[in-house]
């Protein structure tokens, strides 16, 4: 899976239409606010977003879409328009200096967005080889950033900044920053980008405007995940798994045997209990309990999602079977009428004491037949 960024367009980000529409409103009436928060779940399109209304707030010719051609544009579309600045979290790697700035990371930076523009924490980190270590914004970054954007424009238009995750400033690195968010030099606009607002500290926070970014679609992001899908999920699986957030899909398609293996286990678990056939169930509990304490937690997660799923198809959310994933023979259809408001929560509030109970080291061969024995009622509850 690659992204090929080409050019951020409003466009080519899935399922933010009506998002675009107030971000353009704000440049076409030139009211762009000097700080803005930009605040997504992780993997979300929040980045990609504050890229793509950096590069139409600069593009020579924009109509409904930055143009994509003017020089402002092509210098967008590999990152390095010189009046824009990013910022972003780092950490001391063996090739570095003892103090390191996002200026020796942009290189790293621009492969990694050019493929993926809603790239997780994570994948940032072992992107620059330091998964194992934090990353911050530190007090000599902010110093940095400050005098970098104390300068005039090159192009003699505005200069923007994107900083992602604000929430890697301890406060003497915010406080650094406080001056420039104030009283910005000439036309600056700062595009905050964060995962975690809550952790974003006050001071920041309260001199932003704060731009929410939801989820997109499930139908919006499954169409534009199928340009890049080659793995055997299917995208509207993935978009509902991630719920709704591109990077987190683009993320589970690396995992994508995971899921199957987890689709062909779901579709066993439910058979059994459903059957109640308790040789099987004893079966499935016996084999499930081997998976290792996180890669069953991460089951069990999936199969809430799935009986969610089954809920909401009984509601016409879904046309097509989600669970349609190579050589799994599960007819959905089937299956979905028997989750229904009479036995979901009980379901949801059994696989949660099922995780906690495993976060809590208990047998999990045991949990996990005591769970199925409870699922198993609840299926063939009457409705
Ligand atoms: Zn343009």
Redesign the pocket.
């Known amino acids: 899976m690659v992204f090929y960024l080409r050019s951020m367009l409003f466009s080519s980000i899935p399922g933010q239409t009506p998002l675009a529409k107030k971000l353009k409103g704000n440049i076409q009436r030139g009211k762009i606010p000097h700080a803005q928060l930009f605040v997504g779940a992780e993997g979300s399109s929040a980045l990609a977003m504050a890229i793509a209304y950096a590069?139409y707030a600069m593009?020579?010719?924009?109509g409904d879409d930055?143009?994509?051609?003017?020089p402002?544009?092509k210098q967008f579309t590999s990152l390095q328009h010189p009046d824009l600045h990013f910022a972003f979290p780092v950490a001391k790697t063996k090739d570095s200096s003892d103090k390191p700035t996002s200026e020796e990371f942009l290189a790293s930076w621009r492969t990694l967005i050019s493929d993926n523009p809603f790239p997780l924490y994570i994948e940032w980190l072992s992107h620059i080889g330091v998964e194992n270590k934090q990353a911050q914004l530190s007090v000599y970054q902010a110093v940095k950033i400050s005098q970098a954007l104390q300068l005039k424009s090159y192009a003699g238009g505005m200069k923007v900044l994107i900083l992602w995750m604000p929430e890697k400033l301890n406060t003497a690195a915010a406080n650094k920053l406080l001056k420039l968010i104030e009283e910005p030099e000439g036309r600056t606009a700062i595009l905050m980008v964060t995962h975690h607002e809550e952790s974003v500290l006050g001071t920041i926070r309260s001199r932003c405007q704060v731009v929410n970014v939801p989820p997109s679609n499930s139908q919006a992001l499954a169409q534009f995940l199928d340009s890049y899908n080659d793995s055997q999920v299917p995208s509207t699986l993935l978009a509902t798994m991630a719920h709704g957030e591109p990077g987190q899909a683009f993320h589970l398609m690396k995992d994508a045997e995971w899921i199957k293996d987890d689709v062909t286990r779901f579709v066993k678990w439910v058979r059994a209990s459903f059957q109640r056939k308790v040789d099987l169930m004893l079966e499935w509990s016996d084999s499930a309990s081997g998976l290792g304490r996180e890669r069953l937690k991460s089951f069990l997660h999936f199969s809430l999602d799935a009986f969610e799923q089954a809920l909401t198809y009984n509601y016409g959310a879904h046309q097509d079977n989600p669970f349609q994933v190579a050589d799994v023979d599960f007819k959905f259809d089937k299956f979905a009428p028997f989750v229904h408001s009479g036995n979901i929560v009980e379901i949801h509030e059994k696989i949660n004491r099922a995780i906690y109970e495993i976060e809590r080291n208990l047998n999990p061969k045991i949990v996990l037949l005591d769970l199925t024995f409870e699922v198993a009622k609840a299926l063939n509850a009457k409705h």
């Open positions: 590069q593009c020579a010719n924009p930055s143009c994509g051609e003017c402002s544009c």
